[in-house]
């Protein structure tokens, strides 16, 4: 007992899954033995064993002992323990935190395996396309040895090829596309155009990213609304006018900005309006959003402006491009119009969720990152989700020395190029995380000053398409990699260079004429290759067998193709001895040096930068460089430091090194992560109620979409409809209002007669049976609707109500969401009527639901029973 509590935390995470890495182990020796077919034999054994009802535990230990048999086979890579324990801890339904370089791609393979046994499918969320498609490749190789099927979906696929690939046992895909899949499918017109099937296992990689960093903003499918393109110019030109703390302020913690009265007369005046707030012609919201796209929204910050000149917003966690996602609430075209660019149609939003509630969705969840200890609370409290850290299969040598704060800006930049130059000199591969694209190019401009070579990984096209290259060379003798944000790379930086990447990286250079470029020793390796070549003309083929795997490869069976896989494994021979040489050379010098240039508001992207040095047991060095200029000393207290390095009488050159300091920053970023979680956490609240109503309206729009004859669900909206008018009728007594009600009744449902003239007033005694001659009335009517209809043409009335009803559901359910976000808006100001915003929320939402409900029935009611045939 004594021993299990002074044991640290790693020490209890192997004591508890001792016992079942043994047993696995057991088998998998028992495994080795097999041939691939009994592999295989095993692998549907076990899917009939767990679906005819046998403990999930025995099947867990064979599942990952047949998972690692075949990977070892077919990849050449065999799961180390501390693997098997983040599989264990994925399977039981939680986040497996797994430093870099643990190999959590190959981690993946067990919990799919498991879960895909059960028929369900099986969802692996990546950041990216590039990943989705390179895992669903490579390792996907092993679920399909094993007899899974493996799907990928990948944006540019057609609705029907995203179908077959769902179907699948094993599905990889990226955030963004499951989440817009998830909504389309939901705003579908038949049941063949749906793509996804229920949601039941789903692995997130890089969780911490999907679930935390881009939960701030909900996903949303919108439609075109006219945009007053002519405010968005004059706000944008009046904007450059206004001047900071003068006519406005801004406050860069909560990203808002606000107009002061000296700011409301310029304006007014400027603009030659009485009141900017005016419902009828609104201003306000305009000059707002342009005098933030101008003191907020940065270029090559938060946006670039592409090739097609349009701006496109770049994650700041991921520094990755965002196509096609948009600023909401006209920020957007604020932003285009400060840049001059085409201002495109504000949107209407027509379907959308969060984040959040989507991964809420899924039966078992789980996810896997290398920094998720600092938002534990989150995910405990969102998702219900427990954190368990990873051992490391070997123990970690990375030293993270302390912070460097200078004065200024400049002073920064020059010792970091200077700590650069130095890290050249010796020899030590080198990565530079910056903030931001332009710090990027500002860093790789003092560079070229100074004559060092470097590679330049950011947000701009150009640099993305090689980016898997550069990062397999940043481990390479004196590399310099300059990088914006190094999450979700899915590409580890390996101290002498990746073999694999560089292998492909010369034979590129090859057949694309920049022979020159290699050594001698490669150029040898072409030699006999190149005879072949003139002979058969593979030129057509290089690129296409470049990219396959190398099992393919050994697959093909025409001369030539074996040629170039000789060719292929003789490189690849050549460039792992020189790796090798190379990794235990910069090991001796001290492995990678990671420079951070400013600290990010999340301690996460920090740990991720330097998370990237000093993986499996590999040495290496990490140091953040600061200014009191950055935004976090800025913001959080850099006025004190100032005041402190000028009582200590520190020079504009020299750097204050202390605990003390990084204990503060520390702090601060604390503080930051709270604020942004009271952020996502009322989204979420607050999405939560709309959730509810959101389900509802899905799962009703599916049951409509799997009907083939609606007759009775309109007949169901007709007397609920009926009852509501009616309700009405009987609780009020003047007659005007009576009449008006009869009127409405006969209307709706296009009766034939008066139904005044059957009954003049409605007494309690009698409403009843008024109710039932009224739903008779309905039926004969609706029968006759449908002899009418089916005289045209056989099913007319049956694709008619299918129609009415879906079009009406996402017409009243758009017109609900505007409403909505008016709501959450306007809803805060009640706190000052000592009311509580969220219940008041509730509550309004839940009677906007009711009468969107109501009103969808009568439309579809009103709808089909007024409609009739033209015929030309």
Known sequence: MLETLFQNPSQQIL???????RQITEIGNLFKTFTDYQLQERSKELKKRLQSGEPKPVIINEAFALVREASDRILGLRHFDVQLIGGLVLTEGKIAEMKTGEGKTLVALLPTFFYALYGKGTHVITVNDYLAKRDA???????????????LIQEEMTPQQKKENYQCDVVYVTNNELGFDYLRDNMAFQAEELVQRPFFYCLIDEVDSVLIDEARTPLIISGANEAPTEKYIQTAKLATVLKPDVHYKVDEKAQTATLNSTGVSLCEQALGIGDLYNPADPWMSYILNSV???ELFQKDKNYIIDENNEIVIVDEFTGRTMQGRRWSDGLHQAVEAKEGVPIKDESQTLASITYQNLFLLYEILSGMTGTAKTEEGEFEKIYNLNVVPVPTNKPIMRKDLSDLIYKNQYQKWRSIAEECVEMHKIGRPVLVGTTTIEKSELLA???????IPYQLLNAKPENVESESLIVALAGCQKAVTIATNMAGRGTDIVLGGNPKLLTQSLLKKYFNNQAESLKPEELSCFESFEMLNEQNNLQSKINTLIEKPILELEAYQSVEEKKFLELYKRLLQLKEINSEQERRLIKDLGGLHVIGTERHESRRIDNQLRGRAGRQGDPGSSRFFLSLEDKLLRIFGGDQILGLMQNMGFQDDTPIESSLLNRSLESAQKKVEAYYFDTRKQLFEYDEALN??????YQERKRILQQD???NWVLDYADR?????????????????????????????????????FQSSIEESDSKSSLEFLQQQVQITYDLKELEMESIEKGLLRELEKSFILQHIDYSWKEHLQKIAFLRDSIRWRAYGQKNPLTEYKKEAFNYYTIMLAEIRHRVVYFVFSSKIILQ
């Open 692 to 697: 509810v109503q959101r389900n509802c309206v």
């Open 709 to 711: 004859n609606l007759r």
């Open 445 to 451: 401009a003092l560079l070229s000053e100074y004559g």
């Open 292 to 294: 933030k796209a101008k």
């Open 15 to 21: 004591a508890k899954y001792n016992s079942q890495i």
């Open 721 to 757: 409809s009926l009852y509501d008018l009616f309700l009405c009728l009987g609780q009020n007594n003047d007659e005007q209002v009576k009449n008006n009600l009869q009127m409405k009744l006969q209307n709706l449902l296009g009766l034939p007669f008066k139904i005044c003239t």
């Open 137 to 151: 490749e490579y390792v996907g190789q092993v679920h399909r040895f094993l007899g899974l099927t493996v799907g």
